[in-house]
């Protein structure tokens, strides 16, 4: 093989081995990915991204209640956290629920902000029917499900079901974050029923309790009252302000809502007045609520057949909240009114600064809030024109529009989860252009590197083919030197010979055609010396041509020519034939004109792995100069040949050369 394919060869290679290492770093796993992840591709993840953050900006966000309110439910704190615990709700009737919602206590950690506190680790989810105590597991967690940490509800979603009550039974309490008590902590359960939430103020038993009595921050029917730690913070809608308007005690605060056709109503909600948005707020919680109030329907506008839907007392401040529910039984109804007997009043004045005010009055037909842009009609006056009593029905709190709850919850719980898988696709895709950065460097080195090499190979081809002509030069000049040289003395001798027998003609004949071969060989010597690998049919047999010139050459002196190994000369390639036949046949000119020898000993030995070539005369032999210094001719032809010689005088007179030729290293062997 010539140098220029090796080098292609090598470039081949060692491109070969650095993409195998990009390849590597491609595909090399990362540890603390996550697997699903790591099956996408970037453009997937990229679009993963993008679809993530357009939709988080089409959820409600959970911004968090302030001031006073209640809390929620806790348990006896435990210090083991296998101690199970239990929470039962006892719906009102059997009814076909398929969603339950827990609404974890917010806890604020001084570290790491709002955090979810004493939310169970390993939980089921029980629901049944009386008088059956067992009922279905409808759905377990435990740590792998990694609900935690969070502030959102946690939505579990399930096929319709048949049930009167609910359970949730804990297996592993979380621990409690300012000392490490296990214990169940929550802020509110919710059972729905399509939008309907059945488990509003109902019936409630717990397995243990840490406050037994109302009126405090935390009691067990806090689970069902309807109030999370969350205020209703909608991505759409526009911001409305709150009606607001002072009263006094001798008036009677009523606001009626005309919904312009009899429907079933079962449920109504208060949204109370937006409180102050100053650090510290400014006004209490319960501010603009009614200590005491009742709600009515009819279907006549003068309430002629006025029915009680529900009323409202305010006991503590535990009983005021964002969003005041009640349901009731159903009742088909065009007009609803609340009537307040007894207004709150502000801590700045006395009863005559009592204030009655609402952000929004719901009145909610199945699942449907059918007051939204429904007439209202008060008999007060608002303390400013942009609360005006039109706000009580526009749809829209001080945050945008009013949710449903069930949609409302989904849409916090759909929040976290996005917001959990956020950062995770964004240290995916940060790891992913890492290793694409790392790439584009091994890339640049790759690219500056094979540049090097093509620069490289360019040069060195150049070289290779300037020395190829000084070779083929050289090679020339000696084939030139070599045959006809040797072509040339054997002529002078034939004609010699043919002076000597001009008397002769027998004798004359065979020599002059022998100067004939020599002039025809000598021409085609000429034309073939320009380019000897190819020619064709010229030493093609090197043994038969060595045997026929030294016959030719040392007609008058004593000669052997002896072979070992004629399968591998005959295998050798055409221009170690070449080389070895001009060798040999310089070796027997030189003989011929300096040595003034009688007797010439020709030995070839060939094997696998060289062969050796000894040609050996009775002459006058080398002086010590000489031994040391072989001649030019015979160096020359040795060194294209790529061969070894050597030159060394024996006992009792003459020379002996030995060429000596590596085969198998070089691939000499055809």
């Known amino acids: 093989m010539s140098p220029l394919p090796r080098i292609l060869l090598a470039l081949a290679a060692m491109a070969t081995i650095v993409g195998a290492a990009v390849v590597f770093v491609i595909r090399a796993p990362a540890v603390e990915s996550d697997a699903p992840l790591k099956r996408l591709s970037l453009s997937a993840l990229e679009r993963r991204l993008a679809t993530l953050e357009e939709q988080l900006t089409m959820l409600a966000k959970p911004s968090m209640r302030t001031g006073v309110g209640a809390v929620g439910f806790r348990s006896i704190p435990q210090a083991r956290s296998d101690h199970p615990e239990w929470i039962q709700i006892s719906l009102s009737e059997q009814a076909s629920i398929d969603q339950v919602v827990l609404v974890p206590m917010i806890w604020r950690d001084t570290a790491k902000g709002f955090r979810a506190d004493g939310f169970p680790l ?41 049930a009167s009550w609910v359970r949730l039974e804990v297996a592993r309490l979380s621990p409690r974050g300012w000392d490490d008590r296990h214990i169940l902590q929550l802020s509110e359960i919710l059972v729905f029923s399509g939008l309907d939430n059945l488990a509003l103020r109902q019936s409630v038993q717990v397995s243990s309790s840490d406050q037994l009595e109302r009126g405090l921050p935390r009691h067990q029917d806090y689970l069902v009252d309807g109030f999370v730690p969350y205020l209703m913070d909608a991505h759409d809608g526009e911001q409305s302000l709150a009606f607001v308007s002072r009263t006094s005690l001798g008036t009677t605060p009523v606001i009626e809502i005309d919904l312009r056709r009899c429907v079933p109503l079962s449920r109504i909600h208060l949204h109370a007045t937006e409180l102050s948005d100053n650090v510290p707020q400014a006004l209490t919680d319960d501010f603009g609520i009614p200590r005491s109030m ?35 039984p159903q009742q088909h109804c065009r007009y609803v009114r609340l009537i307040v007997n007894e207004p709150n009043t502000d801590s700045e004045g006395g009863p005559t600064q009592a204030r009655v005010g609402f952000a929004e009055i719901e009145v909610i037909s199945d ?66 252009y890492q290793r694409q950065k790392a790439i584009l460097r091994r ?172 040609i050996t005369d009775n002459g006058c032999g080398l002086n010590d100069s000489q031994i040391s210094r072989i001649p030019g001719s015979l160096s020359r032809r040795a060194r294209l040949a790529g061969a070894q010689v050597s030159a060394s005088r024996l006992v009792g007179g003459g020379t002996k050369i030995t060429l000596k030729l590596r085969t198998k290293k070089f691939g000499l062997l055809s």
Request: hydrophobic share 40%; aromatic share 6%; charged share 25%.
């Open 443 to 614: 890339l640049s080195w790759l690219t500056g590197l094979l540049g090097f090499i093509a620069v490289s190979t360019v040069l060195a081809e150049r070289s290779i083919r300037q020395r190829a002509v000084s070779r083929t030069r050289e090679r020339i000049a000696a084939d030139l030197h070599d045959e006809l040289g040797a072509n040339l003395h054997a002529i002078g001798l034939l004609g010699d010979l043919a002076q000597a027998a001009a008397d002769s003609p027998d004798r004359l004949k065979p020599l002059l055609r022998r100067v004939r071969e020599l002039t025809e060989r000598s021409g085609a010597a000429t034309r073939y010396c320009s380019n000897l690998l190819e020619s064709e049919g010229l030493f093609g047999d090197l043994m038969e041509d060595m045997q026929r010139t030294s016959n030719r050459l040392l007609n008058d002196l004593e000669h052997t020519l002896t072979f070992e190994g004629e399968g591998y000369v005959r295998e050798l390639k055409p221009s170690v034939r070449i080389d070895l036949f001009l060798f040999y046949k310089e070796c027997l000119t030189n003989i011929l004109r300096h040595s003034h020898a009688t007797e010439v000993i020709t030995h070839l030995a060939a094997d696998r792995k060289g062969l050796r070539l000894t």
């Open 367 to 432: 699942g449907i809030n059918v007051a939204l842009g429904a007439p209202v009609t008060v008999n007060l006056d608002p303390d400013l024109t942009s609360r005006s009593a039109s706000t009580l029905t526009d749809g829209n709190n001080l945050f945008g529009r009013i949710l449903p709850i069930r949609d409302w919850m989904s849409e916090l719980a759909m929040r976290h989860d996005l917001e959990t898988e956020r950062p995770r696709i964004a240290a995916e895709l940060r790891l992913r």
């Open 122 to 162: 390993e939980f089921s989810i029980r629901v049944g029917s009386d008088p059956d105590p067992n009922g279905t597991v409808v759905a377990r967690f435990n740590a792998d499900d990694q609900l935690l940490p969070r502030v959102a509800p946690v939505v579990i979603s399930f096929p319709a079901t048949q």
């Open 294 to 328: 009742v709600v009515e329907g009819a279907t006549e506008s003068d309430f002629s057949d006025a029915v009680r839907l529900c009323d409202y007392q305010m006991h503590s401040i535990y009983d005021a909240g964002p969003i005041i529910m009640r349901r009731f």
